[in-house]
């Protein structure tokens, strides 16, 4: 019922930056929470960002002052904009959501399929 597309990761050398999308469609009423979660390769799946619905946001104390995410209401849509990306910055980084479906009377958590992101020179 609810669709997210992630895009935008990538090859980045350190330093460098990259600015990460997803977009919420399907049969929508609400959209509440929206967030990033990063997996590296070994490693639990780890919050990296998220935002409300009124804009108040929540980092992960390993990217705080380098991640900024963001989001369009009116387009459902969500971005992480990363700086300074570190070698350790490397994982699976995915879209989340939790929305309301048409029709129905309670939210739920949906998931991106994900989008690599690789820091290394």
């Known amino acids: 019922q609810v669709q997210l597309v992630e895009s935008g990761g990538g090859l980045v050398q350190p330093g460098g930056s990259l600015r990460l999308s997803c977009a919420a469609s399907g049969s929508i009423s609400s959209i509440y929470t929206m967030g990033w979660y990063r997996q590296a390769p070994g490693k639990q799946r780890e919050l990296a960002a998220v935002?409300?619905?009124?804009?108040?946001?929540n980092y992960a104390d390993s990217v705080k002052g380098r991640f900024t995410i963001s989001r369009d209401n009116a387009k459902n849509t969500v971005y992480l904009q990363m700086s300074s990306l570190k070698p350790e910055d490397t994982a699976v980084y995915y879209c989340?959501?939790?929305?309301?479906?048409?029709?129905?009377?309670?939210?739920?958590?949906?998931w991106g399929q994900g989008t690599q992101v690789t820091v290394s020179s």
């Open positions: 935002i409300t619905s009124s804009g108040s946001t």
């Open positions: 989340t959501t939790t929305a309301r479906p048409v029709g129905d009377f309670v939210g739920y958590r949906y």
